[in-house]
């Protein structure tokens, strides 16, 4: 017996794969991207994370300002002195120029999220301003210590920079040099640089109180 002649053993040319098999391949293939693109998202997180953690602290302030081209620099100072004793983490005065080439002073603060309402209204109280603006942002902030070292003339606290766990600066507290520079009657400089040798030949050594960022003034 012979097979018939029409009788083929190959699949008809006009033969396909289910559409359903393509589509299911296509939604495999999107996916694992997909996937790799979530991994490499979620690496880079963590790649910044812990750059921040060895670092410092990553924090969230808000930065408070209005302009015044009304104002005494007595009204300005008091401002200053009220937003710092209000918990604000700085405050500062910077010249600029108005509208119609009016020389201003713009007042500004930085701030904690949860004291912001608190500040703008004691600004609105303070100032001849209209309204007060504010922005959110993130700032990077070393931690801080503070130590006490021996002078002639008394004890003084140093503020330390640390990076990593390590002092990288240290800054006498202008406070208690002042005072032990008015009671003893010698040069601020003086008792600055006491301190400062005070804190060099201790080779850091001391105990010390540890700040977080958010405690500074200063950023």
Not at 48 to 54: E, I
Not at 81 to 105: H, I, Y
Not at 106 to 119: I, M, N, T
């Amino acid at each position: 017996d012979h097979a018939h002649p029409h009788d083929h053993t190959h699949a008809h040319p006009h033969d396909h794969a289910h559409p359903h098999s393509k589509l299911e391949t296509r939604n495999s293939k999107l996916e694992t991207r997909n996937s790799s693109l979530v991994t490499h998202h979620s690496s880079l997180v963590t790649h910044h994370s812990s750059l921040v953690t060895r670092h410092s602290s990553l924090e969230t302030v808000v930065e408070l300002r209005c302009n015044l081209d009304d104002v005494t620099g007595e009204t300005i100072a008091y401002a200053i002195e009220r937003l710092l004793a209000a918990g604000a983490l700085d405050a500062w005065a910077a010249p600029l120029t108005m509208k119609k080439g009016r020389p201003a002073l713009q007042l500004a603060c930085l701030a904690r999220p949860a004291d912001v309402e608190a500040l703008a209204r004691l600004i609105l109280r303070e100032t001849p301003t209209l309204g007060v603006r504010w922005q959110t942002m993130e700032r990077l902030a070393a931690d801080r210590a503070t130590v006490e070292v021996a002078t002639p003339w008394g004890q003084v606290r140093l503020k330390q920079k640390l990076l990593d766990g390590a002092v990288v600066a240290s800054s006498p507290e202008y406070d208690d040099c002042a005072a032990l520079a008015r009671a003893h009657g010698v040069p601020l400089a003086e008792v600055y640089a006491a301190a400062l040798a005070a804190n060099h030949a201790e080779g850091g050594n001391h105990e010390t109180s540890l700040q977080r960022g958010d405690d500074s003034r200063t950023g």
